[in-house]
Every structure is written in structure tokens, then in C-alpha cells.
């Protein structure tokens, strides 16, 4: 009985890992560095929340606009592409094929099954076999860009709520540390999420989300004090 195997990859999480772990990481040491820098300047608790719900749809708004002009674009390119290779094998079927079996060959095929190969795939899908091959564009894998908005504003938006649920419940007179210590909590966790669903090192992940997000936060505060009201 033949039996299907089916291999799972770390890299078949890159996609929706990036743009989950970016929105959420970008969220919540946003938020967490306004609020901070915000506390730090002596303003009152209400001033704060405000800032840091500005913060958090601000931040969405503009992750979602980013991500769907950048998606956008690459989906633009490879419309054009996919554009001119329909016309290529429309004006050069033979020359088509005689490139196809050619990327197969420079693959490790001999002449005559790269030829087999091009023959049976164009006369299956062109299109589809010359994108793939060819250009690199699957199905999979391309440029949704409506889709990539969607999920960078609420991974934002998600990220963003963490510290403002803390700024919500912590005493005014422990703000800052609450922020800071369940920030870098928050961070180490999605640190080291992302890394082990890539399969990297875990500890390398945490030790270098924390390290980045803390100096932001330092950052900020530093600023709130420097400019902000003496009392």
C-alpha cells in the first residue's frame, strides 16, 4: 500500500511566524517605550493611558499601511512577470520549453529527462510550471497584500494591549517598573516562540529581544526625564 509522506519544514513557518512575531514584538516595544518615556516625564495616569491607546492604533494603522504597500508592490511585480511570461510562451512556445528543460538540466537532470520533464509540465500548466521554475512564484507564496495588513495591524494591536492592560492595574508610583519588567516578559516569551517554531537557538532569541527592547525602553525614559515636567 503506498503510503503518502508528508515532511514538515521550519521554514514552512517563516511567513506567517514574520509578520505575527514583527506585529506583536513592534506592539508591545512601541507602546511599552511610549508609555515609559510618557510615565517618566511625571504625567498623570489618565495622560498616560491616553498616549499609550493613541500609540496602539497609531502604530496599527501605520504597520497595516506599510505592510500593504510593501506586499502591494512585490504582488505588482509579480503580476508583471507572470504578465510576460504569458507572452513569452504565447510568441515562443519552443524557446519556452528549451529554457525550462535548460534550468532542469543545470539541476542535475540529463538532457533527455529535463526534456521529459518540460514537456509533461508545460503540457500540464505553462504558466504554472515556468513561475515555479522559472521565477520563483508559487501559489504558497504570493504577495497577499490585504492579508498581510490585516494580520500586521492586529498582531500590533494584540502586542500594543499587553502593556496598556499593566498600565490599567499597576499602582501610578510602580508604573514604570510594572511596564518594564512584564514588557521584557512578554518579549522574552514571543523571542523565544519565534525561535523555536524556526528552529533557531532559543536562548539567543530571548537574550536578543530582551537586549533591544530594553534599551528602547531606556531610551524613552531617559527623553521623558530630560523633557519632561520637574515636580
Do not use: C
Not at 499609550?52 to 504597500?69: D, H, I, K, Q, R
Not at 528549451?98 to 538540466?105: D, F, K, M, R, V
Request: charged content about 15%.
Amino acid at each position: 500500500m503506498h503510503i503518502r509522506h508528508r515532511e514538515f519544514h521550519k521554514l514552512d513557518n517563516i511567513g506567517w511566524l514574520r509578520a505575527a512575531v514583527l506585529g506583536a514584538n513592534d506592539g508591545i516595544v512601541s507602546t511599552s517605550s511610549l508609555i515609559i518615556g510618557v510615565a517618566a516625564s511625571h504625567a498623570t495616569h489618565q495622560s498616560i493611558l491616553v498616549a499609550g491607546v493613541a500609540g496602539l492604533v497609531a502604530g496599527a494603522m501605520s504597520m497595516a499601511t506599510g505592510e500593504y504597500v510593501s506586499v502591494q508592490s512585490q504582488a505588482d511585480t509579480e503580476h508583471a512577470a507572470l504578465g510576460k511570461e504569458r507572452i513569452e510562451l504565447r510568441d515562443d512556445p519552443k524557446g519556452e520549453h528549451h529554457e525550462l528543460a535548460n534550468i532542469y538540466i543545470n539541476r542535475g537532470l540529463e538532457p533527455s529527462l529535463a526534456d521529459q520533464v518540460a514537456t509533461s509540465l508545460m503540457a500540464h500548466d505553462a504558466l504554472a510550471a515556468h513561475s515555479k521554475d522559472e521565477l520563483g512564484i508559487t501559489e504558497a507564496m504570493r504577495a497577499k497584500p490585504l492579508q498581510a495588513a490585516l494580520a500586521s495591524a492586529l498582531s500590533f494591536a494584540f502586542g500594543a494591549a499587553l502593556p496598556l492592560v499593566v498600565v490599567q492595574l499597576a499602582p501610578h508610583d510602580k508604573l514604570v517598573p510594572f511596564t518594564v519588567v512584564t514588557s521584557l516578559a512578554f518579549l522574552a516569551f514571543l523571542g523565544g516562540l519565534a525561535a523555536k517554531a524556526g528552529g533557531a537557538s532559543v536562548r539567543k532569541g530571548v537574550i536578543r529581544v530582551a537586549f533591544w527592547s530594553a534599551l528602547s525602553m531606556a531610551a524613552a525614559a531617559g527623553i521623558g526625564a530630560m523633557f519632561g515636567t520637574v515636580v
